[in-house]
């Protein structure tokens, strides 16, 4: 597997968390998916890609600019 190829599995991974905790209303099992993001985010950044410092102001990022 590529590195490219990893990137986009751990993408892929990251999103599926994403949905996971947009419908979870579990707060301890929340908290363990956002763990989770949180560990896949800095997999992303160790591999060399663009990434905020904290996962959790991605999404911030990601509202200003689709409110543009």
Known sequence: MTIE??????RQARALIAEAIAECGIPQFESLLRDADMYLHWSLWTLGEDMELRPELESRTAERTMAR
């Open 5 to 10: 190829q990893r990137i986009e599995k751990v």
